[in-house]
Nanobody, 115 residues
Framework: QVQLVESGGGLVQAGGSLRLSCVAS????????MAWYRQAPGKQRELVAS???????TYSDSAKGRFTISRDGAKKTLYLQMNNLTSEDTAVYLC?????????WGQGTQVTVSP
């Protein structure tokens, strides 16, 4: 069983930055592909960024150039650095572990960007 706990969300003005963290329990973090998703009210959940165990990353078009996904194996922690935030980034951000061994989700952390 894997548990994922996100933190780092909050209220920020447009143009500001936030860094989200996701701490994973268990011993499979180093071998896990991880991702950040987000879900805004009334919208479908969408993939923001992903990272493989060896550090290969992918980003949505809206995240490219503004967001950076990274991981720290020693701390079993996934990060999402978000810069130049806009109101369109307001959503609940969820940490995800996927691939062999199952898919797991965190409870999410709210990010609100004020105009």
């Amino acid at each position: 069983q894997v548990q994922l706990v996100e933190s780092g969300g909050g209220l920020v003005q447009a143009g500001g930055s936030l860094r989200l963290s996701c701490v994973a329990s268990g011993n499979v973090f180093g071998a896990s592909s991880m991702a950040w998703y987000r879900q805004a009210p009334g919208k479908q959940r969408e993939l923001v960024a992903s990272i493989t165990p060896v550090g290969f990353t992918t980003y949505s078009d809206s995240a490219k150039g503004r967001f950076t996904i990274s991981r720290d194996g020693a701390k079993k922690t996934l990060y999402l650095q978000m810069n130049n935030l806009t109101s369109e980034d307001t959503a609940v951000y969820l940490c995800n572990r996927y691939g062999y061994g199952g898919t797991y989700w965190g409870q999410g952390t709210q990010v609100t960007v004020s105009p």
